[in-house]
């Protein structure tokens, strides 16, 4: 396995840091004020800039294997609809017919010719267009070319469907939007990974409480103690700030071996869990042999759904192969657990007036990069 230049720095800081006993540290500290946690019109600020110009993962490409397999996503407050066509490509709709507005398609997947809205049974073609309608006499004069379903913006990346869930009139070219993540994500072919698990949790915390879990490592050997603090070097994480996104590499103890080592023959992943923040809400986190892509997403004033699937290189063709990631599955469900305990007390904390501002540490990096890359897209300085 080839090592990039940046993530020979990686090792190289790591290393660095941790015979001075230090950490990487931001400048200065930040205090955040907790409205950004629990203020309604700050979330409605989030949810029509954030989460309506901005792509969100919403599945595998194997979701979405066929043509005529579909699915249909609710979670960002926008119905939408997303096919597989004839020819192969993943297409976006709102899931709203063009007649009178009825709810296209209510499966949550499936595979469909066409799709028939249960009104009055206009008929749509996977690509959207309006195929046909009973008693067409009475509609002659509308311009059928016009009506097909809305579309949204729709890519397929690193094996991944990101939707924009609202009409645009631009195309966002996703290869310079992911930017320096583009050679190293696509060259893990997460296209070609197999589902292991795929779950959804809808949790009693903002949004980006849950977000903020993954920032930082600060809070390993304390709220997982008995799971993930043994697995990497304690408060010990390099940010590299891929503005708006984040690259968080999570050294495993054993990367101390390297220093030992000819740089010549250094691997990077068998080293590191990758936590990979792909703005706004977006998180590819790689572990040493798999990866888990989750998408957190914002469902009222202190409640969020938590999306998340688990990727591993093939099929489990063994029995022990099963076990072997079911374990990993079982694991990464309590450590997940343990962090959104702790956010729903939080949450829960947020209206006693205990706390005006949250404190971020220096040690904190991925806090102060990500509350600075909301920050930015709210004041319309990032675009996609
Ligand atoms: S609302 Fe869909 S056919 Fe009438
Ligand atoms: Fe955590």
């Not at 792509?55 to 294997?65: E, G, Y």
């Not at 469902?299 to 990631?325: H, N």
């Amino acid at each position: 396995m080839s090592i990039s230049t940046e993530e020979r720095r990686i090792i190289q800081d790591v290393l660095d840091l941790s015979r001075r006993k230090t950490t990487q540290m931001f400048p200065q500290m930040m205090e955040n004020p907790v409205a950004r946690y629990n203020d309604p019109k700050q979330l409605e600020q989030e949810i029509n800039i954030l989460f309506r110009n901005f792509p969100i993962i919403i599945a595998h490409a194997s979701d979405l294997a066929q043509p005529g397999d579909f699915l249909t996503h609710d979670d960002t407050g926008v119905p939408i609809l997303v096919s597989r066509t004839q020819t192969g490509k993943v297409k976006a709709f709102l899931n709203v017919c063009r007649h009178r507005g009825a709810r296209i398609e209510d499966r949550p997947c499936g595979n469909a010719r066409t799709f028939s809205c249960p009104y009055h049974a206009w008929t749509y073609g996977l690509d959207g267009a309006l195929r046909g309608m009973p008693h067409p006499s009475g509609f002659e004069d509308a311009d059928r070319e016009t009506l097909g379903l809305v579309e949204l913006p729709c890519y397929e990346h690193f094996g991944m469907i990101w939707v924009v869930p609202s009409v645009q009139d631009k195309e966002i070219d996703m290869t310079s939007w992911v930017g320096p993540f583009e050679e190293y994500l696509g060259g893990l072919d997460l296209g070609a990974h197999h589902v292991f698990q795929k779950w959804a949790l809808h949790r009693k915390m903002s949004w980006r409480l849950a977000l903020e879990g993954f920032q930082e490592t600060y809070h390993f050997c304390s709220a997982h103690r008995h799971t993930a603090c043994a697995g990497y070097l304690d408060n010990q994480s390099v940010h590299l700030n891929f503005n708006p996104h984040v690259r968080h590499a999570v050294p495993l103890p054993k990367v101390l071996e390297l220093q030992d080592q000819d740089p010549q023959t250094w691997e990077y992943r068998p080293y590191f869990m990758d936590q990979n923040y792909l703005f706004p809400a977006n998180f590819v986190q790689v572990m040493t042999d798999h990866v888990y892509v989750h998408t957190i997403i914002p469902t009222g004033p202190g409640t969020c759904v938590f999306q998340c699937m688990m990727l591993i290189p093939e099929e489990p063709k063994t029995e022990k192969a099963k076990q072997y990631w079911q374990k990993n599955y079982d694991l990464i469900r309590v450590v997940f657990n343990e962090d959104f305990e702790i956010g729903e007390g939080i949450q829960k904390g947020l209206s006693t007036g205990a706390n005006q501002h949250f404190v971020f540490g220096k040690y904190e990096c991925g806090l102060h990069l990500g509350q600075k890359s909301i920050d930015d897209a709210l004041a319309g300085k990032i675009v996609a």
